[in-house]
């Protein structure tokens, strides 16, 4: 039993690139949720998903997209890199969102600079 | 308004003492709450979630929440240096599969 897998651990980006954060998990959780961490700071949520086939928007949403075609797999694609965008990234998932409350299982983070 | 609001700190307590972290929160309706440990570099790791107004203990930690004046705080007694960590408090929205966070509190326990 994985967990929350997260990939790459670490990626250098030019301004304008593209690129997708990849995240799975493997304890068959509906809820899964895409953090960004700026240094010194709290998690910011940028998309979540209660489902395959249901994302929505959280705090911090623009420069991003996210899918999800399956209950293991919530890529976050990033259009058009920008310096505001270098964070690190934090994949989670929850086993069932209906409860009053579960706690979050989090990837190992994804460090991006985007130069 | 921020929805989630710590003091980012550092706090600094000496080693032994109480620290004690505060949180507050505006979404009146919010009925789950959480303290995260998170250390330099790594992932936050659960220490406590509390429902019910009141305390909720659970070894060196006390949680302590208070709906009416939307506020939750983290006691951490005999502190230890390995209680050195950024202390990040959590809030799932009413209504949603939100789960919001402040910007953590810095804690340094001196040896």
């Known amino acids: 039993n994985a967990g929350v897998t997260q990939t790459p651990k670490f990626r250098i980006l030019k301004i304008g690139q593209s690129m997708t954060l990849q995240c799975t998990q493997d304890?068959?959780?509906?809820?899964m949720y895409w953090y960004r961490q700026d240094p010194g700071m709290g998690l910011k949520l940028i998309y979540y998903s209660v489902g395959a086939g249901i994302t929505d928007k959280g705090e911090v949403p623009n420069g991003y997209n996210v899918s999800r075609s399956t209950t293991e797999d919530f890529p976050l694609r990033l259009e058009l890199a920008a310096p505001s965008q270098t964070s690190v990234y934090f994949c989670?998932?929850?086993?069932?969102?209906?409860?009053?409350?579960?706690?979050?299982?989090f990837g190992e983070g994804s460090w991006l600079t985007v130069v | 308004q921020k929805e989630v609001e710590q003091n980012s700190g550092p706090l600094s307590v000496p080693e032994g003492a109480i620290a004690s972290l505060n949180c507050t929160y505006s979404d009146r309706g919010s009925q789950s709450f959480f303290w995260y440990r998170q250390y330099s570099g790594k992932s936050p790791e659960l220490i406590m979630s509390i429902y019910s107004n009141g305390d909720k203990e659970d070894g060196r930690f006390t949680a302590q929440l208070n709906k009416a004046s939307q506020y939750v705080s983290l006691l951490i007694r005999d502190s230890q240096p390995s209680d050195s960590a950024t202390y990040l408090c959590?809030?799932?929205?009413?209504?949603?599969?939100?789960?919001?966070f402040g910007t953590g509190t810095r804690l340094k326990v001196l040896a």
């Open positions: 304890m068959n959780h509906n809820y």
């Open positions: 959590a809030v799932k929205l009413t209504g949603t599969y939100k789960y919001i």
């Open positions: 989670a998932s929850i086993p069932d969102g209906l409860l009053s409350g579960n706690t979050i299982y």
